[in-house]
């Protein structure tokens, strides 16, 4: 267990100087602004944290490469947003927070990261539910974020059902799946869910052209729209490709 943009380069991530990163780390959003093709989602969320009705788990899906790793990363951020004037959890992430490149990075305290599929049983979740009890060091949230969580077994679902049940009001939970069917619809109702969907190859293709531009790359709209349709959705593919 490891403890945890913008259109143009993420601005929360600093590198060695000249050193080369790749597209798609280059170019990972940081913000809910710069996610392509999840406005849906964006706007529940926005409405959601208008009117105080945070929810307390939330339940990412779609296929690898859509986004839903970066997407929990910024959720976890816009829970534990806290600038100079803004001390609350906000959607609106323009000015980068007290947490913020901590918890984009993987390397928050209070953001626990975990992969289920190397973390299947019930030890693990123990873990989990023995910590849970205990207050953030710093931020506002202990956020736990699980990747891959149908690979968990019955027995660690069972065990990580009671904490959902009756969960400490400073712990959120965000789970990832690309298969959402092998998760018991007993963790499921206990769950805010958004489907990441692929992303249209038009908004792709406009994303990829943004960025070669920014890069100072001449790449004609035929290879771009080859790109987008080999990526089938996925922006992270997409940069992987066109890399």
């Not at 307390?56 to 296929?63: E, N, R, S």
Request: aromatic share 6%.
């Amino acid at each position: 267990m490891s403890e945890a943009g913008n259109s143009g380069p993420e601005s929360l991530e600093t590198g060695k100087a000249g050193a080369y990163r790749v597209l798609a780390r280059k170019y990972r959003p940081s913000n809910f602004s710069a996610l392509i093709g999840q406005e849906p989602m964006v706007r529940t969320l926005t409405n959601a944290f208008a009117t105080g009705r945070i929810a307390q788990a939330w339940m990412l899906t779609g296929v690898r490469g859509v986004g839903k790793t970066t997407t929990a990363r910024i959720l976890a951020r816009a829970l534990n947003y806290k600038t100079a004037t803004v001390d609350q959890p906000s959607v609106d992430l323009s000015t980068p927070g007290e947490h913020c490149q901590a918890i984009m990075e993987g390397r928050h305290v209070d953001v626990i990261e975990m992969d289920a599929a190397s973390h299947t049983g019930i030890d693990d979740i123990r873990d989990i539910i023995d910590r849970v009890r205990y207050a953030p060091v710093s931020a506002r949230y202990k956020v736990y974020i699980i990747d891959e969580v149908h690979m968990l077994s019955t027995q660690a679902f069972n065990g990580l059902l009671k904490t959902l049940e009756e969960p400490p009001p400073h712990v959120k939970f965000i789970f990832a799946t690309t298969e959402i069917r092998k998760v018991p619809i007993t963790v499921l109702s206990r769950c805010q869910r958004f489907d990441l969907r692929r992303i249209d190859a038009g908004a792709l293709v406009a994303h990829l052209s943004s960025i070669a531009a920014k890069e100072g790359i001449s790449v004609d709209d035929e290879a771009l729209a080859m790109i987008a349709r080999a990526a089938e959705g996925s922006a992270r593919d997409s940069l992987s490709i066109l890399d």
